[in-house]
């Protein structure tokens, strides 16, 4: 255990200390988000169109949509008064509206002429996993401060209410590319790590005789394959939680973090490492290593759906992705990322994680420390 | 007689399709003894010490250490043995102080700061501790391997080749520091093609050639044994001095160091006398004129008929 902890630390404070490894394992995934992200999202910050029903009697409703106008985030739409906003939140699909109700003036006047306390509301619907709803949040408070400080100082009377349009999961959520490219980002960077590094790692080990030093200490074979899977497994975590929040908070982003996410990474990490230490074997020295994982490697991050969804492949590549265990690492953090659906995303997991086990038994047969 | 730490008897090691690179060789290492395996490239000394080091397996022969055949069981030999590779570099990346601890830890033991730094203070690292390994000089990195080959206190050290590629002032660092290993009671098993090396460090040398083990003993017993001759050193005496000599039919030959002196063997003591009056009598132009006794390098280039330079045979 302790072996594998030291060996654990060691090999990673190389990786960590590497350039090369650092950029693949946490810069370029974050690069790539944001440059498809952007190429895809059609760049720039568009308005906001935000929907508003004004039923107040008197000036302040008005002033607050100005107020808000001034903004610059939105374009405000005006819902017709003789509308009852739910029904058309729904037949509109909004993700977001504003609602002033009828004696928003009045109430005001009555809280400043009796000086009571208490408040007046506003209500936003929205749907809180919509980053729109969260701009339009924070802009309505910051216009409601602004109100209630020039009405009478220091207490508050406007306050926003914020109500949840989107209860529990039936709501269709609108994916977006970004969606279905962010699993493919991660098992992209999940393969290059652990098979590219891999792969690497073992040719120059053998050139430089550390595999004939190992066999002399009391580190076992599986021990050190086991340090590099768990040290691969860390690292992975750490670049899918970045990537996923620099999603997050660039783009209007719905795929969620799941457990199962983490799990498939972890395995994902233990397929393509022993898949790196399966090619190892037969390199010599790191040329060929990068020649043959790049061999390896290119094809299979275009063909299993890293970039493209795979149904817009001939049928002739769908066959060819088939036998890629990327594509099943992609297609199991769709599933559980993007569409929720935890059972498919278990049968993709079974499969990545069948094929790598077939890569480890054969990599810690065929690995050699010694010579013949 | 000191007591025997390796015992190899008949060894071969046959590459297919038909490579010799152990040829039946046999040899013993005795106790606190440093034993330097001598051989041009492709001899087959890595092989030989891999072979002891339980990393590549014999094609026949049997090989003891420490009263133990290695093919038996080598982990219990594993605790008692440090190897340093050929070609050896230290992890790029990790600082001499890591490394130790790194590899310590690699061989169960518990390692204290203090410990790390005495192990480097031993190598002479210890200044460099705290540097990534890939900025050491070329010595330093041996050294650090040294280092590395010694956390579990072996009592049998196999160097192969550790001076290869180094200056001459990182061999001289090397040698004092596996004569100080020695001096602390370590076997050690050295490969090298330096001959000066063998001849300083060595207790015992073998020389191998081709699979086979050619000449063995102390460096002054291979002399005394394969030396061929006395030789007399006609300084400055050139080419046109070598011509003169070989018209009276005295066979010798310029010294291919500087080609300026020409070097006369003498083969029988009882000869010295009148070689030395036909020599000085002479009409030879050189400036001096003395003798000197044979080195290890005539003996490898009376044994294999060509000189070795870094491993290399040349004409
Ligand atoms: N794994 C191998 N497969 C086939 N032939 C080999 C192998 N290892 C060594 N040889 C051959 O065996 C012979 C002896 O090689 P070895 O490495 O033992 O020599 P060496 O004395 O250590 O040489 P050097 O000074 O270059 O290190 C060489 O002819 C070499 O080409
Ligand atoms: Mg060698």
Same mark, same amino acid.
């Given at each position: ?29 974050? *690069? ?177 005789? /550390?595999? #004939? ?14 340090? #590099?899977?768990?040290? /691969?497994? *860390?690292? *992975?975590?750490?670049?899918?939680? *970045?990537? /996923? ?82 594509? /099943? ?42 010579? #013949? | ?70 093919? $038996? ?21 990790? $600082? ?16 204290? $700061? ?13 200044? !460099? ?12 990195? !041996? ?27 990182? !061999? ?87 080609? !300026? ?55």
């Amino acid at each position: 255990m302790n072996r594998i902890i030291s060996d654990t630390i060691n090999f990673g404070k190389q990786y960590m200390r590497s350039r090369i490894g650092m950029f693949f394992a946490l810069v370029f995934p974050v *690069l790539i988000i944001l440059v498809f992200g952007a190429i895809f999202m059609g760049g720039g910050t568009s308005k906001i169109t935000l929907h508003a029903q004004n039923l107040d009697e008197g000036s302040q409703g008005d002033a607050f949509l100005n107020a808000l106008n001034s903004t610059t985030l939105f374009d405000i739409v005006e819902i017709p008064s003789n509308e009852s906003i739910e029904q058309y939140i729904n037949n509109n699909s909004l993700t977001v509206a504003i609602f002033i109700p009828k004696n928003f003036t009045f109430d005001i006047g009555e809280h400043l002429l009796f000086n009571e306390p208490g408040t007046v509301d506003i209500i936003i619907y929205g749907d809180p996993s919509k980053s729109t709803y969260g701009t339009v949040i924070g802009a309505a408070e910051a216009v409601a401060e602004g109100m209630n400080f020039r009405l009478i100082g220091k207490i508050p009377i406007i306050n926003t209410v914020p109500i949840n349009i989107n209860p529990g999961d039936d709501g269709e959520t609108q994916f977006n590319y970004i969606d279905f490219y962010l699993p493919g980002i991660v098992g992209f960077t999940v393969m290059t790590n652990s098979l590219f590094a891999m792969t690497s790692t073992c040719a120059e080990y053998r050139q430089r005789n /550390y595999y #004939k030093l190992l066999a002399t200490t009391n580190i076992k074979k599986w021990e050190w394959l086991v340090s #590099k899977f768990i040290f /691969y497994t *860390l690292l *992975l975590w750490l670049a899918l939680v *970045l990537t /996923y929040f620099v999603g997050r908070a660039v783009f209007d982003m719905q795929a969620q973090l799941t457990p199962i996410a983490f799990v498939i990474i972890a395995v994902g990490a233990f397929t393509f490492t022993a898949m790196g230490m399966l090619v190892g074997i037969v390199v010599k020295d790191p040329e060929g290593a990068s020649a043959i994982a790049n061999a390896i490697g290119f094809p299979m991050m275009f063909l299993s759906g890293t970039f493209f969804p795979l149904e817009m492949m001939p049928d002739y590549l769908q066959i060819v992705a088939g036998v890629m265990p990327l594509t /099943y690492l992609n297609n199991g953090l769709r599933d559980t990322m993007v569409y929720f659906n935890d059972g498919n995303a278990l049968i993709n997991l079974a499969i990545v994680f069948i094929i790598g086990i077939v890569f480890f038994i054969l990599a810690s047969k065929f690995m050699s420390w010694k010579e #013949k | 007689m000191s007591e025997t730490v390796v015992e190899v008897r008949d060894l071969s090691k046959y590459y297919p399709p038909d490579v010799k690179a152990v040829d039946g060789i046999s040899f013993t290492i005795g106790a606190g003894q440093i034993f330097s395996m001598l051989g041009p490239n492709g001899a087959g000394k890595t092989t030989t010490v891999e072979i002891l080091e339980g990393l590549r397996n014999p094609t026949s022969g049997e090989v003891m250490i420490f009263g133990q055949n290695i093919l $038996k069981d080598y982990s219990k030999l594993r605790k008692r043995v440090g190897i340093l590779p050929q070609n050896f570099e230290p992890f790029d990346l990790l $600082k001499p102080w890591e490394a130790i601890q790194y590899w310590t830890q690699l061989y169960d033991i518990r390692i204290t $700061k203090k410990e790390i730094n005495r192990a480097l203070e031993r190598v002479g690292l210890f200044e !460099r501790r705290n540097i990534h390994s890939k900025k050491l000089s070329g010595g330093e990195k !041996r050294k650090l391997g040294i280092a590395l080959s010694l956390v579990n206190n072996p009592e049998l050290l196999f160097l192969d080749e550790p001076t290869t590629g180094l200056d001459p002032k990182g !061999r001289r660092d090397l040698w004092a520091l596996i004569n100080e290993i020695k001096e602390k009671g370590t076997t050690v098993f050295l490969t090298t093609h330096y001959l000066d090396e063998a001849e300083r460090l060595a207790d015992d040398v073998s020389i191998m050639h081709k699979g086979k083990i050619i000449a063995e003993g102390s460096p002054d017993n291979l002399v005394e044994k394969y030396g061929k001759a006395t030789i007399v050193v006609l300084e400055g005496a050139g080419s046109s001095g070598l011509q003169k000599l070989k018209e009276k039919g005295i066979d010798a030959h310029l010294d291919d160091a500087d080609e !300026r002196d020409v070097l006369v063997p003498v083969r029988k003591h009882s000869e010295m006398k009148s070689m030395m009056c036909t020599l000085a009598s002479s009409d030879i132009n050189m400036a001096d004129i003395y003798t000197r006794r044979e080195t290890l390098e005539d003996v490898f280039l009376n044994l294999v008929g060509s000189k070795m330079e870094d491993g290399v045979l040349k004409e």
